[in-house]
């Protein structure tokens, strides 16, 4: 559906379903001047503009929907109830599919879709560990947390989720189904979702051809074609620059061939990489083996994308594709706060947690449609952008007059929202479109 269709059944979620949603989580048992539709757009659309506001400030957006409410009015209602109101919606404005155009550029056209998975963890007051459980006990992690999956389509900007977990879910568990993704498409994830099993069944699913393109995990068993272990210290390319490629079969039993790409980076590089591996470990209590931190001086890419649609160097680019949703969340982090709040009550903060969640639903459906078939549109500056129209979108919700609305909005995505061309440090998109700008000479094997 397209945009203004889908804000149209945002509009119906947030105006009617919300009151039966209400009465049957008990948020709302009786009718009074603030009503159930009104409290959840005051605090979705509230944090959305301001996600840090204050009572006061909900209360002067309730009165552009012609409520009288006082702050006090306000926090009385930040109650378990009114938790499962909010997650409940957030579901529901999930539920809904917003379908784009295709982005104009030719190495990505090639595939039906380009998914890039992740997940975002948000550590919760530990009250909140018998409705969201957190992995407990290790360094810097909490006994109540929740993880955030999403699936993105860098092709057309169409997200799936967030889909709610607990904190402690694997990644490898993730509530998205593989057989799910679409004939045809790119599928890019980190390490945390690594696995033979799962790249097989991307690569081999019911009737679908789909591709992958990820880092190989270490200690990952390869092989030959003609099933001899392979030794990849033996066959890594010794100076900074240089790239080898070859067939590889990934698995011993019902092995899946696949392209081994390997490429030696700068010692900066290196570096970075092994300092944020220590970090990382150092949070769990662990303590990273010189194994891993020596392979960080290169990057090793398995693929199954054929050659005649990527060569290596496209290949190499593709990979850093798996940035973006980082960058998505990322921003709802930093410009979004949905790891921050300002109260300590539990239920509070759970439901500044799921209203700052639609916020973001609602936020990228207009980034979608506003600016994403420009390769070089600015996810940040288009937010920025949105925190001061969002509550047009309220008022029309109200007032009438949506689609007039919603196109006025996009208007205001399509100019100024766009990243500078850079010299040095290009950034993705002018790599997909231009190639890759570093220096590699290709080690025939």
């Not at 550590?123 to 290790?138: F, R, T, Y």
């Not at 620059?241 to 019902?254: M, W």
């Amino acid at each position: 559906m397209s945009v203004t269709q889908a804000m149209e059944q945002y509009q119906k979620i947030l105006e009617e379903e919300v009151h039966d949603i209400a009465w049957e989580t008990g948020a709302f048992q009786r009718k009074g001047k603030l009503d159930a539709a009104t409290f959840v757009q005051m605090i979705i659309f509230g944090f959305w503009q301001e996600p840090e506001m204050r009572f006061s400030g909900f209360a002067q957006i309730g009165g552009r929907r012609e409520v009288e409410v006082t702050e006090s009015a306000i926090s009385q209602r930040f109650t378990p109830e009114c938790a499962k109101l909010f997650q409940r919606i957030l579901q529901r404005l999930v539920e809904v599919r917003v379908e784009s155009e295709k982005v104009d550029i030719p190495l990505l056209k090639q595939m039906s879709a380009v998914i890039v998975e992740d997940s975002t963890t948000i550590q919760l007051p530990e009250e909140l560990g018998e409705i969201w459980q957190g992995c407990g006990g290790s360094v810097g992690t909490s006994e109540a947390a929740v993880k955030a999956f999403a699936q993105w389509n860098v092709l057309s900007g169409e997200l799936r989720g967030p889909v709610l977990t607990d904190g402690r879910t694997n990644d490898h568990r993730s509530p998205f189904s593989l057989e799910d993704l679409p004939e045809g498409c790119l599928y890019l994830a980190d390490l945390g979702f690594f696995g033979i099993e799962r790249l097989c069944l991307i690569a081999r699913g019911k009737r679908k051809k789909r591709h992958f393109v990820t880092r190989l995990q270490p200690h990952t068993n390869l092989y030959t074609r003609s099933g001899h272990k392979l030794d990849i210290t033996g066959i890594l390319p010794q100076k900074v620059g240089q790239v080898r490629e070859l067939g590889a079969v990934l698995g011993k039993k019902n092995g899946l061939p696949v392209r081994l790409i390997m490429v030696k980076v700068p010692e900066d590089v290196a570096k970075a990489r092994q300092e944020r591996i220590i970090r990382n470990a150092e949070k769990h209590g662990n303590t990273p083996s010189e194994e891993v931190l020596r392979m960080t001086h290169w990057t090793i890419v398995l693929t199954n994308v054929p050659k005649k649609r990527a060569n290596y160097l496209e290949i190499l680019v593709l990979l850093r594709l798996r940035w973006q949703i980082e960058r998505l969340f990322r921003l709802w982090k930093e410009d979004g706060k949905i790891d921050e709040w300002r109260g300590k009550s539990p239920y509070r903060i759970l439901c500044e947690l799921y209203a700052k969640l639609c916020a973001m639903v609602l936020q990228q459906s207009l980034i979608q449609e506003g600016c994403w078939l420009d390769p070089y549109r600015s996810i940040v500056k288009a937010a920025e952008a949105l925190r001061h129209e969002c509550n047009r979108i309220m008022v029309a919700f109200y007032e009438g007059n949506l689609a007039k609305t919603v196109q006025s909005v996009l208007r205001v995505l399509h100019s100024g929202c766009r990243i500078d061309h850079r010299a040095t440090q290009p950034s993705t998109a002018q790599l997909l479109l231009d190639g890759l700008d570093w220096e590699l000479e290709l080690v025939l094997t």
